[in-house]
């Protein structure tokens, strides 16, 4: 998405072109939405036992993706340590997007999205689902006041104090807007693979991982178009950052599944299904993906820009993987597997029995769901974008 | 107080699904939706048993909602479209008010219990049959067994329990010590399905 900003100082023709690009395939999204939901859910492949599907699996995703920028941007300024240069609101804007588009997966997974109102109206407070859809709308409130005050503080209009106390707000927020989406997976029992205390410090963690990847990422991008100038010194210091990350994540996945696996109960049918069953190429894509991403912030000789910006997608993917597992895998493992009536409504391959249903993967999304999904995506990308083009958010001089 | 639920004998049903139909044409359910249904403990395929002629095995097991008295659907429902009521125990859905969000069917680990309407209900007789008190079904929301909540309105039992030719399944208050499924559960060995899952389902199986 950075590269359409090629040789754009000031948002040149590259920039205008990457808006309208997204614009379109917003709308197209929005188009496809609408005819989901008048030809009714059952064009996408999600049914009664795999009743979630590529939208929750992006929206895990993208509540990820926002927290890089976020933390990133607050927390040197929480703690009064030297930042990362000028990436700061750029970073933020990043967050924004990410948010944006969480936001936009949960809506277009509804099957009554007109009844949202009574979400409000009729707020179960103890519904997990609740706490994230408050905390998610706090957190993009946040953003946008945690960037707004960024560009007033270099106008001199917000003072340092101001600022640093909403940074360590907007931090303490990011990091519950990640716990709290763990919870809405991890505090069901009736999901093995997701009944586990450690999903919420896991989610933390995944978060930082690919949120960290795309801040290097995005950095890499405005520079080589020429939007920022950054030293490589800071380039250096969020890939070593982006590298603890990787193997903070990589230890809480060992931990889960040696605790899952030890016991040689019921928890070894998921490792099983990760390591070598219907899940296997996500799995090893997640593992594979950040050992090398790994490698490449770890090895000076490796840090250059190219490399540094593979580590960062490849960091992306590692997650995207990671979300895959978890969604799949959640469904992958029913508690009760006696066969009964199959219909068109029981299960994505439901034309079989249950055995087959489940021998490989239990739901793989249909056009119609990767269409939307790009449009959300499109939608994210687009308020990067118009941020890029409309708002001050260059680094100020001195930076 | 009084906490409705069910004793079924699973094993003397015959899998005949006369039960499972029953359900269907009172509930109006639309074409591709079985709130109960009955489970084989036994081969790849429903109704089949498992192992090599003559050693062969076969246990039926009817399930629906299991109203438990520690729901997880109900927990996590953002909206509280699902409810328990407090009168009568029975887990309820309010389709009105469900948003479609699905949390509940990820929550219930009775797997497929629930159903959600995918598209705009259809019905192959291309009219509504059954009982004239229930809801409309409505697409994109979710549903599930209502215990025959306006069948319970009016004094009956619900529509599965007379249709059983074996006289396996048996309806009542198990806060009323006299009543039948109280005795039943006094005198016989029952399960419930998924004691672990800590839910305290209000369906008895006995053994």
Redesign the interface.
């Known amino acids: 998405m950075t590269e359409r900003t090629a040789s754009a100082p000031k948002g040149g023709k590259g920039l205008t072109i990457g808006i309208g690009v997204c614009a379109v395939l917003a709308v197209i999204g929005v188009a496809l939405w609408v005819v989901q ?1 008048t ?4 064009q ?1 492949a ?4 795999d ?2 599907g590529l939208y929750i699996t992006m929206f895990m995703f993208f509540v990820g993706l926002s927290a890089g920028g976020l933390i990133i941007s607050s927390v040197p300024k929480a703690f009064g340590i030297k930042g990362f240069g000028g990436v700061s609101k750029v970073a933020v804007m990043s967050s924004i997007a990410a948010t944006v588009a969480a936001i936009g997966f ?1 809506v277009v ?5 007109l ?2 109102w ?2 409000f109206a ?3 407070l ?5 706490w994230d ?1 408050i905390v998610l709308a706090t957190y993009l409130v946040l953003s946008c006041a945690y960037l707004w005050a960024q560009v007033q503080a270099e106008r001199g209009k917000v003072s340092a104090t101001a600022l640093r106390v909403i940074s360590v707000v907007a931090l303490v927020c990011a990091i519950l807007v990640h716990s709290v989406t763990a919870w ?1 997976f991890g ?5 093995e693979m997701w009944h586990t205390a450690l999903l919420a410090p896991w989610f933390v963690s995944s978060a930082l991982v690919c949120g960290t990847g795309l801040v290097l990422l995005v950095a890499i991008g405005l520079r080589r178009a020429g939007y920022l100038a950054l030293e490589q010194a800071y380039l250096v210091k969020l890939a070593k950052l982006l590298g603890a990350f990787l193997v903070v994540d990589l230890y809480f996945f060992g931990c889960d599944l040696l605790t899952e696996a030890f016991p040689a109960a019921g928890g070894l049918a998921v490792v099983d299904m990760l390591v070598s069953g219907p899940l296997a190429p996500f799995f090893w894509g997640e593992v594979v993906l950040s050992v090398a991403a790994a490698v490449v912030c770890f090895v000076p000789s490796l840090r250059t820009s190219p490399l540094l910006a593979l580590a960062g997608v490849a960091a992306i993917l590692a997650i995207l993987c990671k979300r895959v597992q978890l969604l799949v895998g ?1 469904f992958q493992i ?13 299960v994505t391959n439901w034309q079989g ?3 087959q249903a489940y021998a490989g993967m239990v739901y793989w999304p249909a056009p119609i769901e990767w269409g939307v999904a790009l449009g959300v995506v499109a939608l994210a990308v687009l308020i990067f974008l118009l941020g890029l083009k409309f708002l001050p958010l260059k680094p100020a001089d001195g930076e | 107080m009084t906490r409705y639920g069910f004793v079924i004998d699973s094993k003397s049903c015959i899998s005949c699904h006369s039960c499972a139909v029953a359900c269907k044409v009172e509930n109006n359910l639309p074409d591709t939706i079985w709130w109960n249904r009955i489970l084989t403990d036994g081969g790849p395929n429903m109704d089949t048993p498992a192992g090599t002629y003559p050693n062969l095995t076969i246990r039926n097991i009817p399930m629906a909602c299991q109203h438990c008295d520690n729901p997880a659907c109900v927990k996590v429902c953002p909206v509280g479209a699902t409810y328990k009521d407090p009168e009568t125990g029975v887990v309820r859905q309010d389709y009105d008010k469900c948003i479609g969000c699905r949390m509940c069917m990820s929550a219930c680990p009775y797997t497929g219990v629930r159903s959600f309407n995918w598209e705009e209900p259809q019905y192959a007789i291309g009219q509504p049959m059954g009982s004239l008190d229930i809801p409309q079904h409505q697409k994109q929301v979710v549903e599930k067994c209502t215990m025959c909540w306006h069948r319970l309105a009016q004094g009956e039992k619900p529509a599965c329990i007379d249709p059983c030719p074996a006289r396996i399944r048996f309806w009542g208050d198990f806060d009323d010590p006299s009543s039948e499924v109280s005795q039943l559960i006094r005198e016989r060995e029952y399960q419930h399905l998924l004691p672990e899952q800590g839910t305290k389902p209000s369906v008895y199986y006995l053994v």
């Open positions: 939901l030809g009714g859910m059952v996408t999600m049914r009664n036992l009743s979630w949960v997974d509804l099957g009554q999205p009844r949202v009574e979400l009729y707020s179960n103890g519904s997990p689902l609740m859809i809405i505090l069901q029992q009736s999901h959640g029913p508690n009760i597997e006696w066969p009964a009536v199959m219909t068109p409504s029981t029995n249950l055995e």
